[in-house]
């Protein structure tokens, strides 16, 4: 049994990862952090948990916590992340990063959209981006991994076979992404309230999100040149769940068939991703729950564009489950040990 | 006080007519028709509706309605229409079909996308397409409009003032919408039953919905050339609303503050369209119930992309609000006499 | 015309009563009052407030607005609503408080709930308890009018004519309210966050809500003898609406029939209470936006109990319709002005 | 691994069954029925559940099934469970009806509530009631259990403690209960479609909802005497959970306290009921995709009454989830296997 941390344990993605590690046979919790609830045990903020080995939250001493841990988890707001992250790293711990900090190869682009400086960059050089669909390798070898965002999960996943095919054009990318509220954080805000999400629908972000350069970064890495998208958020009034749907105009005709052969062969063996078939499309409902990611795809010859839709619960293959696919790669456990595909329907 | 009639009164359009009549201070509901609830009172199926005029549904008799109304409103599906609205306009009627029988200028179009030939081209040589923001001279002078489609109605008016000053291209629009399910219709269906819809979201229809050529023939119009566009409609779990995320390619180079302007000033003394200011987006929840329809928009400077947002109420100025308008100005009433402008918040 | 001033606007309460004044043809909103968002003009808040006259939010300056309004709505929080209520009523003008504060007729009462003490008993002496179903005389004689707890209005109104009638038990009467979220008011406070309340459903305040005393205070008096009652208020995942579940042990044997028929006797002639046919009952869709209380009920001959179901809006009935309801019964406006019966639907 | 057979497999319960019997270790799936859904795959019908074995679903042959499978879950419409509940009973294997025809012990109540005789008296005599808490050595022992409705399940549970404790009358008791729309089913009905219930909220079945008798029948065996309640149905506009709070007057000065203790007593040990701290109530939120059944609760002592808060899932505890845990009785499997304690949440 190897001993896990969870430093910013009282979060949507904290909870989250208590609530999939404590199915995993392989790991033990032993400790979670969290200024505000320090003092308090788990199972009095969260009922839910209340079956969950009830340990209390305490401040985070990384000093202390060193000693009682192989694996550490950040779920800690961006920022606040690249010190501590650092910190264990650099005392030969397994550190699996959610927040943003080091996902950015480049420290400038960090600065840019973050406006933050790095100041770790000899350990950001060091992070594996963790996308084990196209990491997979360097995830198993790594001692420092960037868990990536939700919407770049969801966009990146949705474009891979069709970019790395050239099959489509790198300009004028549309990427138009729905997410449940509880991407929006666990926090007191007017906006996040019920009475304005319920009912509700918006964009938000339009151009300047920062999952941008982070979507970029990534589908830049697969085309083999630079590529701006447009890339718009919006708030959908549902708990879980990120839809993506994306249109890239088609350099060569290919049909809705092949495409998803493609598609098909590209994720074959690949334990959390679906691809449908064709003129059927992900759900939301789908998903909810599991660390699946849901595909699927439409040739519009009217327009020459493909169409692509993408699904995932953003607190699982988007967050929390997805940290701990990597924890699983990155430790030799099997991958899919503690992570669900069966979504609590309806 | 005009009599009005209203052909398929019970589904969600046609109850929603009867709610905005009913607080019209010019017009008299005389008729209802329901081949389903023949018989059956309006408030015996609609407690909602228990305090407006109590008449009973009776069927579609097309003579024995001529005597008993001025106005006809036809809220039938698609291909029950045709007939009617040709029997009451050719019998000197004032019509609005808020089917999409008569919304197609091209026959063909019309049988190409509905499966069915039109069997009235002489009549629908003469019907208005009933979007004011356009065709509000021709609309006076109608006595048959064609209430536009729901996602029609917020594509067009979202991209009506860049198309007409060609600051945008008209390759590569992408047009991703999002409805209430109340678009769907009232129905009993497993699709649309409650624990299929909640908490849930995906697309469909995708590259072949039926408002795609609605779109296409009006874009086409005001660019003067042909257009295809790639739509996409969604479902929202939300009981109304419309929102429709509009990109297309820059054809100058135009600041956000300037294409606001240029908005505002196309859209000025319309009573109904309302310009965000910048960085201020719309919200389904800000025009639930209302005839209003909110647009925000955002020049991403680098993609060279505009992208604009319009929300609209889907049974409102979606369907039954705009018909009222249509009404009004047919008939010569005040445009707003009836229509809400403030939604029921929260 | 005259004038109106809402002190406390910016809560659900509050910019409801702007929502219901701007269609109200006697009236003219000339202030409202924020200390959170004093200078901000009610738009930039609120955008679906844009068709309304966009008058700014100022601090509450009690001297300044005596000049600037005939009559004054407090929706301030209980307690801080005490001083400012005195202040305009012994300055002459009409006031309804939307507060608790002159609610309960027994200082001692108000101070063993809330905690504090009354300190203007002679004006609380002179308040009128302002639900128009018992009081409509005394209202239109009042300058103060406390009005109503949402949850009180639904219940009290639901019981007043068995009560009355003597039809019923006055130990042991069940009350199990339902409210929506609005109902816990505007703010930010992680409870009421949309991930912890959709898909959510629980009590609070079980046997200690403030509304109790209210309750029992007007059920007392129409009993004629002292009532204390179970009261149980539950959170609903919707955003408006108070459904209110009645169980009360009958005295004699009336049947279905007949105790429908006694309380279409006692409400006849309210021009906001529908009583239901037999086997029909209210729900919160067809009353929301309305100033409507829908009652429906049924002897339940097996256990020889009366139950009473009645369903209102929480923000129109509840509080801001009951309370323009209220000032147009004081100046002698017509009752409904202002106020709607359909509601919106779905 | 014995084999297992589900008989109507294509509503919510069937599924649900499907998704718990999935990561059971000790059991296999062999063959699911439905009329409807004969010949077409798990998969085609039920994306969620592609990963999952992929089998077709068959007509219902009795015949041929019984050499498929050693345990049976009859997941059938009341009245159409009888006969096969016999046939494969009488025929040895173990069977799990999770309708309600075998649930009354007395066939004349059952006649006189669902309007059917029943034709199976012997095999009735037979059946045992499998609600663990209460019955869980005759579970052990049977070979037919009639699985507890959703509704009984949270009534019972919530009152067992304090009936059996004689702490509470046994006359006026009030039941009031508010259930998801799954509890429902999976059909195509207006009346559960998603715009009729989003946003509303609604009693039904006042006094004549069928799992009345089955709860007095439970209660008046724990209390030793005719219990008769009061039982009220509301629909919420929620996928899963059922919150149900309960009125009973105290016979007793007990504290919640020493109340309290007397429910974590009775329930230790028991490994899916969870009695919360002094001011903590269930939230269905907490219990959703879960087995646990949560408890709460108060004595008013200015009512002298008990107030009884308890929340299941309906699907799970309330039906698919304890058939299983019935199963893991009867087959001498460990009771939790399969079974989650941790709800997906948000």
């Known amino acids: 049994m190897k001993k896990v941390a969870i430093c910013g344990g009282s979060g949507y993605t904290g909870i989250e990862l208590i609530r999939i590690l404590s199915r995993h046979p392989k790991v033990e919790l032993t400790a979670i952090t969290s200024e505000k609830s320090a003092g308090k045990k788990l199972s009095g903020i969260f009922p839910h948990l209340r079956s969950c080995k009830d340990i209390a939250y305490e401040p985070l001493n990384r000093k202390k916590l060193l000693g009682e841990a192989d694996i550490f988890f950040l ?63 360097k995830i198993a070898k790594a001692a420092l991994v960037a868990n990536p965002g939700c919407y770049p ?119 959390f991703v679906r691809i449908h078939d064709e003129e059927v499309f992900p759900n939301l409902k789908n998903v909810r729950g599991t660390n699946v990611c849901e595909i699927g795809l439409k040739v519009n010859t009217r327009t020459n564009t493909l169409i692509i839709v993408s699904a995932i619960d953003n607190l699982v293959k988007g967050a929390s489950g997805q940290a701990v696919q990597n924890m699983n790669i990155m430790m030799g456990f099997p991958e899919e040990e503690g992570l669900e595909k069966i979504s609590l329907y309806p």
Chains 1, 2, 3, 4 share one sequence.
Not at 88 to 111: C, H, M, Q, W
Not at 163 to 176: C, F, G, M, N, P
Request: hydrophobic fraction near 35%.
């Open 75 to 137: 779920a800690l707001p961006h920022g606040a992340s690249q010190e501590a992250v650092n910190f264990f790293f650099r005392n030969g711990k397994k550190v699996i990063d959610l927040s943003a900090d080091y996902r950015l190869r480049d420290p400038k682009t960090y600065e840019t959209w973050y406006g933050l400086s790095h100041d770790f960059v000899p350990s950001l050089r060091k992070a594996v981006y963790g996308l084990p669909e196209i990491y997979r390798k």
């Open 153 to 271: 999960t969801s966009a990146i996943l949705g474009l891979l076979p069709a970019l790395k095919a050239k099959a489509v054009e790198t300009a004028s990318i549309v990427i138009d992404s729905k997410s449940g509220a509880s991407g929006a954080g666990r926090k007191a805000d007017v906006a996040v309230s019920f009475c304005e999400v319920n009912e509700g629908f918006k964009a938000y972000g339009i151009g300047t999100h920062r999952h941008t350069p982070e979507i970029e970064q990534e589908l830049s890495s697969l085309a083999g040149r630079e590529i701006t998208v447009n890339f718009t958020p919006h708030l959908l009034p549902v708990d879980r769940g990120i839809l993506t749907t994306i249109y890239a105009r088609m350099t060569k005709k290919i049909g809705t068939k092949e495409m998803l052969n493609l598609y098909r062969r590209r994720y074959s063996g690949e334990p």
